[in-house]
């Protein structure tokens, strides 16, 4: 059982809340604050229930060392515009410093700590600073899904210390996604991108529970080799070509259905196409590419998506920044959103998914649940139970 925000009385407690306030900067600014706004729930729970709360969070790779451009200071400012409340900052992640503002919070005050991540102790779980982290408050809530398959300091080691709780948003990504692992029948899991090896293990998850699986984006063409088509110049991760090979068998045998591409978009070029043409076939001419899954294959895809009561949707089908070659990845999300209106349950992940949404126009209201963690998402469809979750189970 998931301790939740449900079993604690927060009242006149200091509560450290671990968020996810990696976001995107871009000189100095941020960029996107959608995973800002996704903190807002917990916070505000905490806050009325009459706690004071310290949060932290990390943002980049500065790599151990305080580097200003990875200073949580921005995310700071916006949080206390979104809350219409001062944040306090603390330029330091832990020590005296920390401490005594953490002492000196009255009910219903807020702050944040300095980027976790300038201390090498948060990625190699340094028992010492998660015993720091802890002794600055009565107890941990975890709402940072994105490093929830991390044995960070702030994800595994805080829990040794004090009691820990799963936060808002974490309890609502392990609710979606774990019907994705316990659907409702039949469902259809269809996986693009770019990286093979960070899909296998979805892939091999979901060959004993999905009815369909429907594979595109640079991925598939490892895949398609195994079967023995001509992927001409199209990415192709060789290492993976006798798992690819596996996979193949095993669908057969266990009587999924496997779909791979039967057309493309194939070009010379990703960056500066000259000659773009469509395939008509499943193989790849020698001196192209493929970039982009063509009509027949969007047809066979709309057709399971569209006969499925849950999907799961992580990667896109091509080139989705290239609008010549996004067509694939918007025809499979129109399909995905017409199967959520019609009363499936869709679960969207990755967050080159997350970009694709957005860029082509879709919201993530038209999706059952949007994922909030690309390599966390992918790491518990693989059926794991995660470390960060782990810590938080009776
Ligand atoms: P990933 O991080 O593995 O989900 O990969 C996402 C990236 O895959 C996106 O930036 C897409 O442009 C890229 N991608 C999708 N289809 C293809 C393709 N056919 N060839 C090369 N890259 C692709």
Excluded: W
Aim: aromatic share 4%.
């Amino acid at each position: 059982m998931l301790r939740t925000l449900n079993d604690i009385n927060p009242e006149g407690k200091r509560v450290l809340i671990r968020c996810d306030f990696n976001v995107p900067l871009k000189e100095g600014e941020i960029a996107d604050d959608t995973r800002i706004k996704k903190a807002l729930p917990t916070i505000n729970e905490l806050l009325e229930k009459g706690a004071s709360v310290i949060l932290m969070s990390h943002l980049g790779r500065p790599g151990g060392e305080k580097k200003a451009e990875f200073s949580l200071r921005p995310v700071s400012e916006r949080l206390g515009e979104l809350l219409e409340k001062d944040v306090k900052f603390c330029q330091q992640n832990a020590g005296p410093e920390a401490s005594r503002m953490a002492q000196d919070l009255k009910r219903g005050e807020i702050l944040l700590l300095e980027n976790l991540r300038f201390n090498p102790g948060e990625k190699e779980n340094d028992p010492v600073f998660a015993g720091e982290l802890a002794s600055l408050a009565d107890c941990l809530v975890q709402d940072a899904f994105g490093t929830i398959h991390r044995e960070h300091a702030s994800m595994t080691g805080v829990p040794e210390h004090i009691p820990a709780y799963a936060g808002r948003l974490l309890e609502k990504e392990i609710k979606y996604l774990t019907r994705g692992l316990k659907p409702e029948e039949p469902l259809c899991v269809c996986l693009g991108g770019a990286k093979i090896e960070t899909k296998i293990g979805v892939i091999e998850n979901m060959l004993g529970k999905a009815a369909s699986l429907l594979i595109g984006g640079g991925m598939c063409y490892t895949l398609l080799k195994a079967d023995g088509r001509e992927t001409g110049k199209s990415l192709l991760d060789n290492g993976y070509l006798q798992t690819a090979g596996n996979i193949l068998a095993k669908a057969k045998d266990k009587d999924v259905e496997l779909l791979l591409p039967v057309d493309h978009v194939a070009a010379d070029s990703i960056d500066n196409p000259v000659k773009v043409i469509k395939t008509g076939g499943a193989d790849v001419p020698e001196d192209l590419m493929g970039v982009d899954i063509s009509e027949r294959t969007i047809d066979n895809f709309r057709k399971k998506i569209l006969s499925a009561k849950t999907i799961v949707l992580n990667g896109p089908m091509g080139v989705f920044e290239n609008e010549r070659f996004a067509s694939g990845t918007k025809a499979v999300l129109e399909a995905v959103v017409e199967a959520t209106k019609k009363g499936a349950l869709s679960i969207a992940g990755g967050g080159d998914t997350v970009s694709a949404i957005k860029a082509l126009g879709f919201k993530e209201e038209d999706f059952t649940h949007v994922s909030t963690g690309g390599g966390a998402s992918l790491k518990f469809l693989e059926g794991k139970t995660l470390p960060g979750i782990r810590v938080l189970q009776d």
